[in-house]
């Protein structure tokens, strides 16, 4: 893959993790708190796509690349209704789809030595490390009540239930 459909691919990615954002965030409507954490990060997916606008230009007017619109990241926008946890662990797997994308960058503007290209990098980069962790908090809070149910051998037995008129039931 060259480099301009690489950038496209990058920028498809950031704008299907927002998607992702935005749609957690309509599902979940009663959390408030994450809702406008969620929409916050769906904005800074579509930043990113923006900040690669001037980079793709600059490179699919050098005439490189396939001119291939393939979405080398898969469709990552697709999430599961119902199960936070499910949609949560979609979106941090999106979000290292994206990271990685961004390390690849890095690469490459480095061996070119395209400072607009490492600046985006950099501050994308960052973001995306942000996204990341608080993704993963929440991963974990959302596992606790969801999985770490005790198993059924774990379990407090129930008392046996004693019969009327038994003499542990007189006071």
Known sequence: MELPQYLRSLQQAELDLARSYDDVAISQPDDHDSTGLFLA??????????ALEPLRA?????????????????????????VPLVELQELYLSAC?????????????????DRDLIRVVEHCTSETGKQLAWIKTRIKHASRPALLRPPPHRRRPRPPAVPAGHPQDQP
């Open 41 to 50: 990060l769906a904005r800074q997916g579509r930043e990113h796509a923006r």
């Open 97 to 113: 789809l994206v990271d990685v994308g961004w390390s690849v960058l890095m690469q490459v503007g480095r061996r070119f030595e």
């Open 58 to 82: 600059r490179y699919d007017a050098t005439g490189a690349g396939s001119g291939d619109n393939e979405n080398t990241y898969g469709d990552v926008g697709q999430l599961h209704r119902h």
